[in-house]
């Protein structure tokens, strides 16, 4: 060991690291002002839900409830309550079982409300795992006992038990447990009972109240301490179960305000505030956002007064600032509420303009960057040696796509805190803009906090707050200007400029002539090779207040001190140019209407492929030293020309920790791909660290999402490729990207922040492209827009569709045409528009009523284990730049029992068996007027095939149909040259298209031209269905004497109307409901038939009229339609029937496979017929006799067969026994039928295992159709009879907990 080494360990951990609050000034500014750490603020933390159990947030550093609310905006929590009656203490629970009540409880209405939630409904995916584990583990081994009891035996029982147990572990899905839920008034509030352990036992419950009011706090599950908390809504018919979503929303609140008494160090940033915890993120859709949460959560800011809100959540928006809820957030809550909104940036960096929604692309919002400092180095991430601090490489950045700076300000981004209990985690490690958020949202309680205490009679407006962090941050490595919260300095700047009212008016920035955007940004070739000139207008926004409203000024003087305010509104501005190339007037006056000015814009001269910023200050020219009261950003991406080769080489770039080198290329017109190939030199010293780099490319395209046309890859540059002596071996890494001609596209390396040494790279890139340009039957998809697509209209038969390459010469063209989706659209069958009646469902804006468009479609499947996804493209994909304020659908089955749910995004749901299935969507939104367009919208459902379709392609018409014509100067596809075209023919009508195609709907896949070109999108329209083949008559002469002799003689009008009325008198016997008229009927038909064929459907007819239920219950299900007499009478009826119908049955077996003629056809046809009612005969026999061989014909089906004599003739059970033995002789001893009418014998004979095997599989493959619904619920009694017989208790009491999960009693409300 080197002597002069150090090996003592440090004498304390740098614990001020793990929340970072040095870099901000947090820290010292608590110090400085301990009374100022957040008290009397309120932050509302929109997230996944604060647990009820996380240490640090159960109270505040003065002893208040540090959550003074607990809210589920989702609905995900919701449980539909409805009124029950108590008796002897007890109640019938919405899931059917029987509820004791706790005698202490006090009820003084006498009113009693019951309703049921499924339990996985309630938690997020880890505690649901980890319960499914648990229960899996309990009930394999009551399975493994059962199982080990079937095997125990032997013989054809014995072994028809082992197989059934089998089977029913094979099919074993754990689908949890359902809660049932008790809820009453106790004189002063709702409280509500949970049966959390399923047993029914409410004895010595706890009812809890409202949190809110109460503070309670339940527990849903012990082991997995996981809690729970209880709002209810609309005078007690809706419970509200509360519990969170996943840990995110957890650890945000920790950041935010976490306060621990014996661990300062571990606090978070304002332990003296207080939370109100508003759950964004639906359970029911994997903790998304959802636009009815968004809505109930802006409302419950207002509620509860919170001065700050702080969202760490979003996605990307394909148009900046607009949407629904964005709007009402901007002018509600931030700007007539005074609440200052923070949202992250999000973690799509390192390139430009990637940027979620809403933070960094919503006015009025505050987005904030994350952060890496040295402290957090220090204590988090385990590093050796330190890098220099900076932004995160993954943290997104600006500016928008309407050219606003997009990033505001930057906070740490990452923190170990508090985390939920369920996690078993006390603390944790998270890093994104998702901890930079509640960062600044602490900093700006600090604030706010101080404000209240020394200037409490003062306003403190959101955009007030906003300037003081934003004015006042630290310079850090951000292109457009934003720099790192510094805490103090903010306080400072606030109290300087305390007295100015100017201080509360933000400024509005519109560039008129680009479509309304906030900044300048000059992105495309186009948009830089001239100088530009711009008229920028500009407007003052003025803060309102919340009573300040029509209906709640009374005397008007609210609106007068605001309409005062904008009177006597006025800035005399001065403009400044931070870039050169810039040119702006000296002065602006600005008064209340706002003002216009003119901007020169010269970015000819600038260096292309980089990256060139600036911005427009303007300053109050009586108050310049405040810093610009608002700026216009410039943004500049001159795109490199890669010139005639559509390629470039970017050279070798060099790279240090957290280095990032951005390239803007111009992509040719006509490109479709590009490859870009990254090298690494083999020059990399041996005791150089390898590092992680990012590649991310983006391309903007108007009004789509940043994500649509981008990719972002990691490159590990160093492991495993050092050579034996020294140095390493060179990598090569290859990227590929579908392009978009004629948009820039972003080429951004970045060494990621943590990785040390530098590294050097060497990156060359290179396009290609074979676009469609028209053809015959064939038309361009989206005609116009820039991503290239086909249409194929299988009408045509074959289909010609021209390519060209326009930007350089493609090699080796192989057309591969696949479809491997189909597309239906489906018709609503209900529709409705109404005014949602629910107390949280009013427009924050109006106090009205929120409106909901409510659909239905039927969707069917043809086959089992289906995907299939579903889109409504008016509204769906969309969340905050959304014109509707929510979109969800869910689907059902047959069952009625919810398989999915999707909101604001569709995505591919898999439905496990071939049936019916009804999708419920629902559209919100504040005016009915504009839902109504909406009614008849189609729902698209597109299924993937389970065979793709495959088109196949020639380059010439001919080929297409023969070989015989020779072309030796055809087009083969070796080479195109720039500029050139050719063309693809499509052989449409040899394409086996399924056969469950429809005309109208469309078959989905893409086209594949070379192995370079990116694939085109590719659809073909089903053409109109084929016209049944005509059999073509041969002349008389031809045909000969037996096949004239074969046609039947035509009938006369008189013989046809008695066939009609003959057939209306049969279908009449089943519809009777006077017996006697029913019998005279059954005579008069029986008396005019004058063949065999006539008397059995007339039998058949009554044998339906006796056993109606046949198909669909067991014989003991009805017992007063097959009790005494009617069974007696049954087996009388079915006997004549099996005597009229045993020859002709036995004629259909012969016609199996040899009928040939028409006549022979036609002999098949009646004796097939007669197949039916000898077997509908022998069913109802068996079912009759089962009734008649019991002690009694009504006892349960529990009762033995009883071996006596019926009146004189041979004994019942034999004669069911023998009648069962044809049964199985004739019919499928598997079809439902035949097994409900064969169980009584087998459970008779104790043949459990026998009966019990085809039941389990029938009901394993049946389809989920409304048709058969009566079919299964029979099935599965009687599988559950079965059960019990053979005291298989594990399975009798899995199938009796599933029931109300795979059986609810209704549609669960969206």
Same mark, same amino acid.
């Given at each position: 060991?080197?002597?002069?080494?150090?090996?003592?360990?440090?004498?304390?951990?740098?614990?001020?690291?793990?929340?970072?609050?040095?870099?901000?000034?947090?820290?010292?500014?608590?110090?400085?002002?301990?009374?100022?750490?957040?008290?009397?603020?309120?932050?509302?933390?929109?997230?996944?839900?604060?647990?009820?159990?996380?240490?640090?947030?159960?109270?505040?550093?003065?002893?208040?409830?540090?959550?003074?609310?607990?809210?589920?905006?989702?609905?995900?929590?919701?449980?539909?309550?409805?009124?029950?009656?108590?008796?002897?203490?007890?109640?019938?629970?919405?899931?059917?079982?029987?509820?004791?009540?706790?005698?202490?409880?006090?009820?003084?209405?006498?009113?009693?409300?019951?309703?049921?939630?499924?339990?996985?409904?309630?938690?997020?995916?880890?505690?649901?795992?980890?319960?499914?584990?648990?229960?899996?583990?309990?009930?394999?081994?009551?399975?493994?006992?059962?199982?080990?009891?079937?095997?125990?035996?032997?013989?054809?029982?014995?072994?028809?038990?082992?197989?059934?147990?089998?089977?029913?572990?094979?099919?074993?899905?754990?689908?949890?447990?359902?809660?049932?839920?008790?809820?009453?008034?106790?004189?002063?509030?709702?409280?509500?009972?949970?049966?959390?352990?399923?047993?029914?036992?409410?004895?010595?419950?706890?009812?809890?109240?409202?949190?809110?009011?109460?503070?309670?706090?339940?527990?849903?599950?012990?082991?997995?301490?996981?809690?729970?908390?209880?709002?209810?809504?609309?005078?007690?018919?809706?419970?509200?179960?509360?519990?969170?979503?996943?840990?995110?929303?957890?650890?945000?609140?920790?950041?935010?305000?976490?306060?621990?008494?014996?661990?300062?160090?571990?606090?978070?940033?304002?332990?003296?505030?207080?939370?109100?915890?508003?759950?964004?993120?639906?359970?029911?859709?994997?903790?998304?956002?959802?636009?009815?949460?968004?809505?109930?959560?802006?409302?419950?800011?207002?509620?509860?007064?919170?001065?700050?809100?702080?969202?760490?959540?979003?996605?990307?928006?394909?148009?900046?600032?607009?949407?629904?809820?964005?709007?009402?957030?901007?002018?509600?809550?931030?700007?007539?509420?005074?609440?200052?909104?923070?949202?992250?940036?999000?973690?799509?960096?390192?390139?430009?303009?990637?940027?979620?929604?809403?933070?960094?692309?919503?006015?009025? /919002?505050?987005?904030?960057?994350?952060?890496?400092?040295?402290?957090?180095?220090?204590?988090?991430?385990?590093?050796?040696?330190?890098?220099?601090?900076?932004?995160?490489?993954?943290?997104?950045?600006?500016?928008?796509?309407?050219?606003?700076?997009?990033?505001?300000?930057?906070?740490?981004?990452?923190?170990?805190?508090?985390?939920?209990?369920?996690?078993?985690?006390?603390?944790?490690?998270?890093?994104?803009?998702?901890?930079?958020?509640?960062?600044?949202?602490?900093?700006?309680?600090?604030?706010?906090?101080?404000?209240?205490?020394?200037?409490?009679?003062?306003?403190?407006?959101?955009?007030?707050?906003?300037?003081?962090?934003?004015?006042?941050?630290?310079?850090?490595?951000?292109?457009?200007?934003?720099?790192?919260?510094?805490?103090?300095?903010?306080?400072?700047?606030?109290?300087?400029?305390?007295?100015?009212?100017?201080?509360?008016?933000?400024?509005?920035?519109?560039?008129?002539?680009?479509?309304?955007?906030?900044?300048?940004?000059?992105?495309?070739?186009?948009?830089?090779?001239?100088?530009?000139?711009?008229?920028?207008?500009?407007?003052?926004?003025?803060?309102?207040?919340?009573?300040?409203?029509?209906?709640?000024?009374?005397?008007?003087?609210?609106?007068?001190?605001?309409?005062?305010?904008?009177?006597?509104?006025?800035?005399?501005?001065?403009?400044?140019?931070?870039?050169?190339?810039?040119?702006?007037?000296?002065?602006?006056?600005?008064?209340?209407?706002?003002?216009?000015?003119?901007?020169?814009?010269?970015?000819?001269?600038?260096?292309?492929?980089?990256?060139?910023?600036?911005?427009?200050?303007?300053?109050?020219?009586?108050?310049?030293?405040?810093?610009?009261?608002?700026?216009?950003?410039?943004?500049?991406?001159?795109?490199?020309?890669?010139?005639?080769?559509?390629?470039?080489?970017?050279?070798?770039?060099?790279?240090?920790?957290?280095?990032?080198?951005?390239?803007? /290329?111009?992509?040719?017109?006509?490109?479709?791909?590009?490859?870009?190939?990254?090298?690494?030199?083999?020059?990399?010293?041996?005791?150089?660290?390898?590092?992680?780099?990012?590649?991310?490319?983006?391309?903007?395209?108007?009004?789509?999402?940043?994500?649509?046309?981008?990719?972002?890859?990691?490159?590990?540059?160093?492991?495993?490729?050092?050579?034996?002596?020294?140095?390493?071996?060179?990598?090569?890494?290859?990227?590929?990207?579908?392009?978009?001609?004629?948009?820039?596209?972003?080429?951004?390396?970045?060494?990621?922040?943590?990785?040390?040494?530098?590294?050097?790279?060497?990156?060359?890139?290179?396009?290609?492209?074979?676009?469609?340009?028209?053809?015959?039957?064939?038309?361009?998809?989206?005609?116009?827009?820039?991503?290239?697509?086909?249409?194929?209209?299988?009408?045509?038969?074959?289909?010609?569709?021209?390519?060209?390459?326009?930007?350089?010469?493609?090699?080796?063209?192989?057309?591969?045409?696949?479809?491997?989706?189909?597309?239906?659209?489906?018709?609503?069958?209900?529709?409705?528009?109404?005014?949602?009646?629910?107390?949280?469902?009013?427009?924050?804006?109006?106090?009205?009523?929120?409106?909901?468009?409510?659909?239905?479609?039927?969707?069917?499947?043809?086959?089992?284990?289906?995907?299939?996804?579903?889109?409504?493209?008016?509204?769906?994909?969309?969340?905050?730049?959304?014109?509707?304020?929510?979109?969800?659908?869910?689907?059902?089955?047959?069952?009625?029992?919810?398989?999915?749910?999707?909101?604001?995004?569709?995505?591919?749901?898999?439905?496990?068996?071939?049936?019916?299935?009804?999708?419920?969507?629902?559209?919100?939104?504040?005016?009915?007027?504009?839902?109504?367009?909406?009614?008849?919208?189609?729902?698209?459902?597109?299924?993937?095939?389970?065979?793709?379709?495959?088109?196949?392609?020639?380059?010439?018409?001919?080929?297409?149909?023969?070989?015989?014509?020779?072309?030796?100067?055809?087009?083969?596809?070796?080479?195109?040259?720039?500029?050139?075209?050719?063309?693809?023919?499509?052989?449409?009508?040899?394409?086996?298209?399924?056969?469950?195609?429809?005309?109208?709907?469309?078959?989905?896949?893409?086209?594949?031209?070379?192995?370079?070109?990116?694939?085109?999108?590719?659809?073909?329209?089903?053409?109109?269905?084929?016209?049944?083949?005509?059999?073509?008559?041969?002349?008389?002469?031809?045909?000969?004497?037996?096949?004239?002799?074969?046609?039947?003689?035509?009938?006369?009008?008189?013989?046809?109307?008695?066939?009609?009325?003959?057939?209306?008198?049969?279908?009449?016997?089943?519809?009777?409901?006077?017996?006697?008229?029913?019998?005279?009927?059954?005579?008069?038909?029986?008396?005019?038939?004058?063949?065999?064929?006539?008397?059995?459907?007339?039998?058949?007819?009554?044998?339906?009229?006796?056993?109606?239920?046949?198909?669909?219950?067991?014989?003991?299900?009805?017992?007063?339609?097959?009790?005494?007499?009617?069974?007696?009478?049954?087996?009388?009826?079915?006997?004549?029937?099996?005597?009229?119908?045993?020859?002709?049955?036995?004629?259909?077996?012969?016609?199996?496979?040899?009928?040939?003629?028409?006549?022979?056809?036609?002999?098949?046809?009646?004796?097939?017929?007669?197949?039916?009612?000898?077997?509908?005969?022998?069913?109802?026999?068996?079912?009759?006799?089962?009734?008649?061989?019991?002690?009694?014909?009504?006892?349960?089906?529990?009762?033995?067969?009883?071996?006596?004599?019926?009146?004189?003739?041979?004994?019942?059970?034999?004669?069911?026994?023998?009648?069962?033995?044809?049964?199985?002789?004739?019919?499928?001893?598997?079809?439902?039928?035949?097994?409900?009418?064969?169980?009584?014998?087998?459970?008779?004979?104790?043949?459990?295992?026998?009966?019990?095997?085809?039941?389990?599989?029938?009901?394993?493959?049946?389809?989920?159709?409304?048709?058969?619904?009566?079919?299964?619920?029979?099935?599965?009694?009687?599988?559950?009879?079965?059960?019990?017989?053979?005291?298989?208790?594990?399975?009798?009491?899995?199938?009796?907990?599933?029931?109300? /999960?795979?059986?609810?009693?209704?549609?669960?409300?969206?």
């Amino acid at each position: 060991m080197d002597a002069g080494l150090d090996t003592t360990p440090r004498t304390e951990y740098p614990a001020a690291g793990l929340q970072p609050r040095a870099d901000t000034q947090a820290a010292e500014f608590v110090r400085k002002y301990p009374e100022y750490d957040g008290r009397g603020v309120v932050v509302a933390v929109l997230d996944t839900g604060i647990d009820a159990g996380a240490k640090g947030l159960q109270t505040t550093s003065t002893g208040q409830r540090k959550v003074v609310d607990y809210v589920d905006c989702t609905g995900a929590g919701d449980v539909g309550l409805q009124d029950v009656e108590a008796t002897d203490n007890t109640v019938r629970g919405a899931s059917g079982r029987t509820l004791r009540l706790n005698a202490a409880w006090t009820n003084p209405t006498g009113v009693w409300r019951v309703g049921s939630k499924r339990l996985y409904d309630l938690v997020p995916a880890d505690v649901r795992a980890r319960m499914v584990a648990e229960r899996d583990g309990r009930f394999s081994k009551r399975a493994a006992a059962v199982r080990d009891a079937a095997r125990a035996g032997s013989g054809e029982e014995s072994e028809a038990r082992a197989a059934a147990a089998a089977a029913l572990e094979a099919a074993y899905v754990d689908g949890g447990s359902v809660v049932d839920c008790v809820v009453f008034h106790d004189g002063s509030q709702w409280r509500a009972a949970l049966d959390t352990d399923g047993s029914g036992d409410l004895t010595q419950a706890e009812a809890l109240g409202a949190y809110k009011r109460t503070g309670d706090v339940g527990l849903l599950s012990r082991r997995q301490l996981f809690y729970y908390t209880l709002n209810f809504y609309d005078e007690g018919r809706t419970l509200s179960i509360v519990t969170c979503a996943g840990s995110h929303g957890t650890h945000v609140a920790g950041i935010v305000a976490a306060w621990h008494a014996d661990d300062a160090a571990a606090c978070g940033v304002a332990p003296g505030a207080q939370l109100v915890s508003l759950t964004i993120g639906d359970h029911r859709a994997g903790s998304m956002e959802t636009g009815t949460g968004l809505a109930r959560a802006a409302a419950a800011i207002v509620e509860h007064g919170a001065r700050v809100a702080n969202m760490s959540y979003g996605e990307p928006s394909a148009t900046p600032n607009a949407g629904q809820w964005v709007q009402a957030v901007a002018q509600e809550v931030v700007r007539r509420h005074g609440c200052a909104f923070v949202a992250s940036a999000g973690n799509e960096g390192p390139a430009l303009t990637t940027l979620g929604a809403p933070g960094g692309t919503t006015s009025g /919002i505050i987005s904030v960057g994350a952060y890496v400092g040295l402290e957090q180095m220090a204590a988090e991430y385990g590093m050796y040696a330190r890098v220099r601090d900076g932004v995160f490489t993954w943290s997104s950045r600006g500016p928008t796509a309407d050219g606003a700076r997009g990033v505001d300000v930057y906070a740490p981004g990452s923190a170990v805190t508090s985390f939920p209990a369920y996690t078993r985690e006390r603390r944790h490690l998270s890093n994104g803009t998702s901890m930079s958020a509640p960062s600044l949202s602490g900093v700006l309680a600090l604030l706010a906090s101080a404000w209240l205490r020394e200037l409490p009679d003062a306003r403190l407006t959101p955009h007030r707050l906003r300037a003081a962090v934003t004015r006042t941050a630290k310079p850090i490595s951000d292109a457009h200007g934003a720099g790192l919260v510094q805490t103090d300095a903010a306080w400072q700047f606030l109290k300087a400029q305390a007295a100015r009212a100017a201080e509360d008016v933000a400024y509005s920035v519109r560039v008129d002539d680009t479509r309304g955007m906030r900044g300048i940004y000059l992105r495309n070739a186009e948009d830089s090779a001239r100088v530009r000139f711009f008229k920028v207008a500009v407007a003052p926004v003025f803060p309102t207040a919340a009573d300040a409203r029509l209906e709640d000024d009374a005397d008007g003087s609210r609106g007068q001190q605001e309409s005062q305010a904008q009177f006597d509104f006025e800035q005399r501005v001065l403009l400044v140019a931070r870039a050169p190339w810039l040119a702006v007037p000296e002065s602006l006056y600005v008064g209340s209407a706002g003002a216009p000015f003119s901007v020169r814009v010269d970015a000819t001269q600038l260096e292309p492929g980089r990256l060139h910023t600036a911005s427009i200050d303007a300053y109050d020219s009586r108050n310049v030293d405040r810093g610009p009261i608002f700026s216009v950003p410039v943004t500049v991406t001159k795109p490199l020309d890669v010139g005639a080769a559509a390629a470039a080489d970017l050279g070798t770039l060099s790279f240090g920790p957290a280095d990032i080198v951005r390239r803007f /290329i111009a992509v040719p017109r006509g490109a479709t791909s590009v490859e870009i190939v990254v090298r690494t030199p083999n020059t990399l010293p041996q005791d150089a660290a390898p590092a992680l780099f990012y590649v991310h490319c983006v391309q903007l395209v108007p009004d789509t999402r940043f994500k649509r046309h981008h990719v972002r890859q990691r490159i590990d540059l160093g492991h495993k490729s050092y050579g034996a002596e020294g140095g390493a071996s060179e990598q090569k890494h290859v990227v590929t990207l579908a392009v978009v001609g004629g948009a820039t596209l972003e080429v951004c390396l970045a060494q990621f922040w943590s990785q040390l040494d530098r590294h050097d790279l060497h990156v060359r890139m290179s396009f290609a492209g074979l676009v469609p340009v028209a053809g015959a039957g064939a038309e361009l998809a989206d005609a116009g827009a820039l991503e290239p697509g086909l249409v194929l209209h299988a009408a045509h038969a074959v289909v010609r569709a021209d390519f060209a390459a326009p930007m350089r010469a493609e090699h080796g063209i192989k057309p591969a045409a696949t479809l491997n989706a189909l597309r239906r659209a489906l018709r609503p069958h209900t529709s409705r528009v109404a005014p949602l009646q629910g107390e949280r469902d009013t427009c924050l804006a109006t106090g009205q009523a929120m409106y909901a468009l409510d659909l239905e479609y039927r969707l069917d499947t043809w086959a089992d284990s289906t995907e299939v996804r579903l889109r409504l493209p008016a509204v769906d994909t969309q969340i905050y730049e959304a014109w509707a304020e929510d979109f969800a659908l869910s689907v059902f089955d047959a069952n009625k029992r919810r398989l999915a749910t999707q909101i604001g995004y569709t995505d591919k749901i898999t439905l496990r068996l071939r049936g019916d299935y009804l999708v419920r969507v629902r559209i919100r939104h504040r005016r009915a007027k504009d839902l109504d367009a909406l009614k008849d919208v189609p729902l698209l459902a597109e299924f993937k095939l389970p065979t793709p379709v495959t088109v196949a392609t020639k380059f010439d018409l001919a080929s297409v149909f023969t070989t015989t014509v020779a072309n030796p100067g055809a087009y083969r596809g070796e080479f195109v040259p720039r500029g050139g075209r050719f063309a693809v023919f499509f052989d449409v009508l040899g394409a086996k298209l399924p056969t469950d195609a429809k005309p109208g709907d469309v078959l989905c896949g893409s086209l594949s031209l070379n192995g370079r070109s990116s694939n085109l999108a590719l659809e073909l329209v089903v053409p109109p269905a084929k016209i049944e083949q005509l059999k073509t008559e041969q002349p008389k002469a031809e045909q000969t004497k037996a096949e004239q002799s074969e046609k039947a003689p035509s009938k006369s009008d008189v013989d046809q109307l008695e066939e009609a009325l003959r057939k209306v008198r049969l279908d009449h016997i089943a519809k009777a409901t006077d017996a006697a008229v029913r019998t005279r009927l059954i005579d008069e038909l029986l008396a005019s038939s004058s063949t065999d064929e006539q008397r059995a459907e007339v039998l058949h007819a009554q044998l339906n009229a006796l056993d109606p239920a046949r198909e669909s219950a067991l014989p003991w299900a009805d017992p007063a339609r097959l009790g005494e007499p009617a069974a007696r009478t049954a087996v009388a009826v079915a006997d004549q029937l099996i005597a009229l119908t045993r020859a002709p049955a036995l004629t259909a077996r012969l016609f199996e496979k040899s009928a040939q003629s028409a006549a022979e056809k036609e002999q098949k046809k009646h004796a097939d017929g007669a197949r039916t009612q000898l077997i509908a005969a022998l069913t109802t026999k068996c079912r009759a006799l089962s009734q008649l061989a019991r002690d009694d014909a009504t006892s349960e089906e529990s009762a033995e067969l009883v071996d006596h004599d019926d009146e004189g003739s041979e004994p019942v059970a034999r004669r069911y026994e023998q009648a069962a033995q044809e049964l199985r002789q004739w019919g499928d001893a598997a079809a439902p039928a035949a097994l409900m009418a064969l169980v009584p014998l087998q459970i008779a004979q104790k043949q459990y295992g026998r009966a019990l095997q085809p039941v389990l599989a029938w009901l394993g493959k049946a389809p989920l159709t409304a048709a058969n619904a009566a079919q299964r619920a029979a099935m599965a009694d009687l599988r559950d009879v079965l059960l019990e017989k053979l005291e298989w208790t594990a399975w009798s009491d899995y199938f009796r907990e599933m029931a109300p /999960i795979t059986h609810p009693a209704d549609y669960e409300p969206l």
